[in-house]
């Protein structure tokens, strides 16, 4: 069966990137973009560089700086009518992946009207809307290349899962200079989400030999990189590998999708406000254990790829050597369980079978080399909480 692989049309990669933003938008024809961004980002100066390429080559723009951490249904349709009322052709989405998911949402609402909850996966997206660029400034979500935006809805909690060729960025600029000045902790958490999105894609049931390249190369990038990057924020080699890993685990899973991990993790991310990178990292450790057995070989060569289990190493071995180095790290990267994160276990315990249908909703469960049943799920949910 052929893969079908979704990729934005154009990329500028590397540092000092953000300054072909005037000439990606001159090539795709777009004049009038309505910027997307958040207030950190507009209080720290990256947007002021941004506009301020727009204002010397006489782009004339907007902002919209009101996007908030795991968006939601409300925010964006906030911005849909920003954008509606303005004589808008694009999106440039700067930040990290919650103001791209943003554009990404009101791109969809725009062209499709309704709500964004009739879009939600396994539903289509019958209309593309206004083309977005996107301009991360974590490594990171990939959001800039993949299909995917999450979004939670305002009225249920529910981080719902949106996909389609809507979805996807016409352009992305890739500038791990933008990283640079990255808190530890969101170095940490966008980092291990983005290893979380390369062995997924790679063992996911929907991979193909073109998703295993760009997965293999993004976790070995990524596990060599991530400690010295949480270490020394000005490592621009280590900076420099992660943001390429971000992005290449990106396109990996955009074009093989996540798998149970991502499906357990965003319930716990809509329900106890835990960020996303760091509500996969709880269960990385314990899910790829539950999933091993059913996919040995696969998860053997993560751990060669990540440079952990020498190469000629049986599987079984290499495995081991894989879940050693995934605790090591949440240890390293000072994940806490659940419970240390504060989350109450009486709730946590009450919300167990809405968290377990939406993550089987999702679908992402499905991907998974073994598919868990709902017993399973809470049962994970349970083993993962101390
Ligand atoms: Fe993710």
């Known amino acids: 069966m052929a893969a079908l692989i979704t990729a934005p049309r154009l990329m500028a990669i590397g540092g000092g990137a953000l300054a072909e933003l005037p000439q990606l938008l001159a090539q795709l024809g777009l004049t009038r973009p309505l910027i997307v961004s958040d207030p950190y980002i507009a209080g720290c100066g990256i947007l002021d560089r941004a506009t301020a390429l727009l204002d010397k080559a006489g782009v004339p723009w907007s902002v919209f700086a009101d996007t908030v ?29 919650s103001s791209i998911d943003t554009a990404k949402g009101m791109s969809v609402l725009l062209a499709n009207g309704g709500h964004l909850r009739d879009y939600k996966v396994p539903n289509e997206i019958p209309l593309a809307g206004p083309p977005i660029v996107a301009i991360p400034t974590t ?9 995917f935006t999450v979004v939670t809805d305002t009225e249920t909690d529910e981080k719902m899962l ?43 049931r929907r991979a193909s030999p073109f998703t295993d390249g ?9 596990a060599r990189n991530i400690r010295a990057a949480c270490a020394d924020p000005q490592n621009r080699a280590a900076r420099e590998a992660m943001m390429l890993g971000a992005t290449k685990a990106g396109m ?15 319930p716990i991310g809509a329900f106890f406000h835990v960020p996303h990178g760091l509500s996969n990292a709880m269960l990385l450790p314990e899910i790829t254990a539950f999933s091993a057995p059913a996919a040995l070989e696969r998860y053997a060569d993560c751990a060669r790829a990540m440079g952990v ?6 599987s ?3 495995v081991a050597r894989l879940l050693d180095e995934l605790r090591r790290l949440n240890a390293d990267l000072q994940v806490p369980s659940p419970s240390a994160y504060g989350i ?19 679908g992402s469960p499905a991907n998974n080399p073994r598919v868990p049943t709902s017993e399973e799920i809470i049962d994970l949910y349970r083993r993962v909480y101390e």
Request: hydrophobic share 40%; glycine share 10%; aromatic share 4%.
């Open 309 to 314: 289990a020498p190469e000629g190493e049986g």
């Open 316 to 318: 079984q071995a290499a």
């Open 69 to 97: 951490p795991d968006p939601t249904t409300e925010v964006i349709e906030t911005g849909t009518l920003r954008l509606r009322s303005g004589d808008f052709d694009s999106l440039v989405a700067i930040g990290g992946g």
């Open 252 to 266: 990996a899973f955009s074009n093989a999708s996540v798998a149970l991990v991502h499906g357990m993790s965003r």
């Open 162 to 204: 949106i996909a389609g060729l809507a979805c996807c960025p016409s352009a992305a600029i890739v500038d791990f200079e933008l990283t640079l000045t990255m808190p530890l902790r969101l170095t940490a958490d966008t980092g291990i989400d983005s290893l979380t999105h390369a062995i997924e894609a790679y063992v996911s």
């Open 344 to 362: 109450d276990r009486k709730r946590y315990n009450e919300l167990l079978p809405v968290m377990t249908s939406q993550a089987l909703a999702s």
């Open 139 to 147: 490594a990171g979500t990939g959001s800039e290349v993949t299909r």
């Open 214 to 222: 760009l997965a293999k190369n993004a976790m070995g990038l990524i």
